[in-house]
């Protein structure tokens, strides 16, 4: 299996968001039970252009031997007003069901820490759903801790 990680640039080329965006479909199906309707991925298409066009936003794309999206990863940056430091945030991490347990979450997760550090991004957040323990176990095997709870009402 030859797998590759690549940062994609503007612009995006049409069919690759669509394979993207199938991504997010299928994610939307595993976490939340739900599928994306027209209005959700024609909103999906531009928040993917507006990463790619901002300095502050980055896509990775998981791609196979075929060139095929098999996974994809989103970071921002957020300057904090008061301290004038850099955050980075993994905003998003998915990869195909057939492609898991071979390290390419890390992979990405890698590229995007990488990404950060050539932002001089302080420090690094991500979000994990409290029911989603694969996921709370997988950020931690890769160095992430719990800093705090998020509360909503």
């Known amino acids: 299996m030859t797998i590759h990680i690549q940062q994609l640039d503007a612009p995006l080329k049409p069919e690759f968001v669509d394979e993207l965006i199938n991504l997010w479909n299928d994610n939307a199906l595993e976490t939340a039970d739900c599928t994306l309707d027209d209005q959700d991925r024609q909103m999906i298409q531009q928040q993917l252009k507006q990463y790619v066009q901002s300095a502050y936003g980055a896509v ?3 791609v196979n031997e075929k060139q095929e999206a098999v996974g994809y990863g989103l970071a921002s940056i957020k300057k904090d007003l008061v301290s ?5 945030h993994i905003d998003e991490v998915y990869i ?3 492609y898991r347990r071979n390290k390419l979450g890390k992979l990405v ?3 995007m820490m990488d990404w950060f550090d050539r932002h ?3 420090h690094v957040q991500v979000s994990v759903d409290i029911d ?3 996921a709370l176990r997988f950020w931690e095997g890769i160095g992430f801790s719990s800093e705090f709870y998020l509360l909503t009402q």
């Open 60 to 62: 990775f794309a998981v």
């Open 84 to 88: 004038d430091c850099l955050s980075g």
């Open 120 to 122: 001089q991004v302080s």
């Open 109 to 111: 997760a890698d590229r």
């Open 132 to 134: 989603n323990q694969s």
């Open 96 to 98: 195909a069901p057939g």
